[in-house]
């Protein structure tokens, strides 16, 4: 790792953003932006262009991919600098997505999420003068800011909140594709519940995809018919179908819960389906590479967040439906977590 936190800070991270909702992008070409004008109120500097390149769940996805577009869509309300975004429809988009931005000379491009992470190295490569950054994957390449999480630490706590709250004695884990990043959110619940309640059984189900809410739901049905109660989800827009379910049974009389993943998702699901959230601060992870740039600190190289850098964590909605004597035991893990005393498992 050739730094910490030249680019991210834990103050830095701590800050809650009030972020607007997800705006108008571009499926197809960056918009031409003007390159006059101040960076930021007053500065007189040259405005710069950041655009995004999602990955197959796209801008909406109530997931990262969003919540990396509330990041830039913040960056450009607090210094007035041009964002976009190109939509990927599926993994052949990547490149030429990428090498749109490049080729139109935008300052910094993203790639959101670990499944663009060999393309990102090939554009980056072939284009040494660009500057790109991508989030939950780590490309070594001098012109490239790589963000991961250690989502399993934020996933353990998620794991207790089930194991305490279980009614069945039995929870559930839905995942997208089988990847590292997305196994490092099923092995960090799982030892959160065991850790919590070694006798709760975990039901783990992967669908193989970010993008089809059908397959989520199709899961989450499996799931709760097992008898599971409460269902974690890692797994982009293909959990829109766990929350779909929950909602269904629920309006049944079944006493089923979700616990939501990468933003707060009770904002979007609701409190009466969202247990609590595991969030991932890509946002501000996003926001703050970028703003390192208009500041012309970009440097390359990774940087890795977790508890102790406020990086993941629970969402602070969680006291609505997470009894107090609960939330402390939480964080009772979470400083056992952050002094060393317990190591999360990764895989």
């Not at 490049?102 to 660009?130: C, F, R, S, Y």
């Not at 006291?319 to 107090?324: A, C, D």
Request: glycine share 12%; charged share 25%.
């Amino acid at each position: 790792m050739k730094k910490l936190f030249s680019v991210l800070s834990v103050a830095t991270l701590s800050l809650s953003l009030v972020l607007t909702g997800c705006g108008s992008g571009n499926t197809n070409k960056p918009a031409e932006q003007g390159n006059t004008g101040g960076a930021g109120a007053g500065s007189g500097a040259a405005k710069i262009k950041v655009g995004m390149v999602t990955d197959v769940g796209g801008v909406n996805d109530n997931s990262f991919n969003q919540s990396a577009w509330e990041g830039l869509q913040k960056f450009k309300e607090d210094t007035g600098n041009d964002v976009d975004y190109l939509q990927s429809q599926n993994d052949s988009d990547y490149v030429p997505n990428l090498n749109q931005f490049v080729k139109d000379k935008w300052d910094l491009t993203w790639g959101i999420g670990m499944l663009m992470a060999a393309h990102v190295k090939q554009v980056a490569g072939e284009n040494p003068d660009a500057k790109l950054a991508i989030i939950d994957d780590v490309v070594d390449a001098p012109n490239v800011e790589s963000v991961t999480f250690k989502e399993n630490e934020g996933s353990f706590l998620a794991g207790v909140v089930a194991a305490e709250m279980t009614k069945t004695n039995k929870v559930g884990f839905v995942g997208g594709a089988e990847i590292p990043v997305i196994k490092r959110f099923e092995k960090g619940f799982v030892a959160g519940v065991k850790a919590a309640k070694p006798d709760v059984e975990v039901i783990t189900v992967y669908t193989g995809a970010f993008d089809k809410p059908d397959l989520g739901k199709a899961s989450a049905s499996q799931i709760y018919g097992k008898g599971a109660d409460i269902i974690f989800h890692a797994s982009g827009a293909t959990g829109d179908g766990v929350f779909n379910e929950a909602k269904a049974r629920k309006a049944k009389g079944e006493n089923v819960w979700v616990i939501g993943v990468d933003k707060d998702q009770s904002l979007r699901f609701g409190d009466d389906i969202t247990l609590t959230s595991m969030v991932k601060r890509v946002d501000e992870a996003v926001y703050r590479v970028s703003k390192d740039l208009a500041d012309g600190k970009f440097k390359g190289g990774s940087v890795v967040l977790g508890l102790k850098e406020d990086g993941v964590g629970l969402a602070d909605t969680s006291t609505k439906n997470v009894p107090e004597d609960i939330l402390k035991k939480v964080d009772e893990f979470k400083q056992k977590i952050i002094s060393g005393e317990i190591t999360v498992p990764e895989k």
